[in-house]
Nanobody, 126 residues
């Protein structure tokens, strides 16, 4: 099992940028798909972006495409989510998730991920 820790959240004005990081321990990200999800108060946990470590293939939600970018870090246990042109509606707790057996058709489904971090708060002020 891989343990995940998110970092990089905070308070930013609309139009600003943040970079979130997801660090793995207990395993590297080799052979994993890593996803970012977010959950605002009273709402469901929604897909933001995902990356397959081995192939480097990336997937982004329509709501963030062109503004957010998921990428591999310099080491085999880090994934980043670069967020630019942030909007107040991006405010949420952002979670990192990882799974070694997820299939492509399920990569946007949070229920298919076995490993989760504790989340990091992102607040965008208007």
């Amino acid at each position: 099992q891989v343990q995940l820790v998110e970092s990089g959240g905070g308070l930013v004005q609309a139009g600003g940028s943040l970079r979130l990081s997801c660090a793995a321990s207990g395993s590297t990200f080799r052979n994993y798909a890593i996803g970012w999800f977010r959950q605002a108060p009273g709402k469901t946990r929604d897909f933001v972006a995902a990356i397959r470590w081995n192939s480097r293939n990336t997937y982004h939600a329509d709501s963030v495409r062109g503004r957010f970018t998921i990428s591999r870090g310099d080491t085999q246990n880090t994934v980043h989510l670069q967020m630019t042109s942030l909007k107040p509606e991006d405010t949420a707790v952002y979670y990192c998730a990882a799974d070694a057996t997820i299939i492509l058709s399920s990569i946007r489904n949070p229920d298919q991920y076995d490993n989760w971090g504790q989340g990091t708060q992102v607040t965008v002020s208007s």
